[in-house]
């Protein structure tokens, strides 16, 4: 499965952003898809999820409420809708697929980088 990031971008604190994530190859292959953020000098961090079939979404608590993570099968794409972006979510995000729930994520697109400012 190949993975293209795009909807970074710059944007004030308060502010939106979508990202999206499409999805070619083998996509009856996918389980879920996720979005991951990494921050220079910390570690990848889970920020949301979504099974392909679309029954189940998650969230991490820094993110609930203000991101909703949706998908369009018809079109191999997950999106990610970042509504009052803060500046902590600055960060380079990147979307992955599981192939089953007991496998880690083993494909992952090129990220985006996303950044807030104050």
């Known amino acids: 499965v190949q993975l293209q990031a795009s909807g970074g971008g710059l944007v004030q604190a308060g502010g939106s952003l979508r990202l999206s994530c499409a999805a070619s190859?083998?996509?009856?292959?996918?389980?879920?898809l996720a979005w991951f953020r990494r921050t220079p000098g910390k570690e990848r961090e889970f920020v949301s999820g979504?099974?392909?079939?679309?029954?189940?979404?998650y969230y991490a608590d820094s993110v609930k409420d203000r991101f909703t993570i949706s998908i369009d099968n018809a079109k191999n794409t997950v999106y990610l809708q970042m509504n009052s972006l803060k500046p902590e979510d600055t960060a380079v995000y990147y979307c992955?697929?599981?192939?089953?729930?007991?496998?880690?994520?083993?494909?992952w697109g090129q990220g985006t980088q996303v950044t807030v400012s104050s």
């Open positions: 979504i099974l392909w079939s679309g029954k189940n979404t």
């Open positions: 190859g083998r996509t009856g292959s996918i389980y879920a």
């Open positions: 992955a697929v599981q192939g089953t729930p007991t496998i880690n994520f083993d494909s």
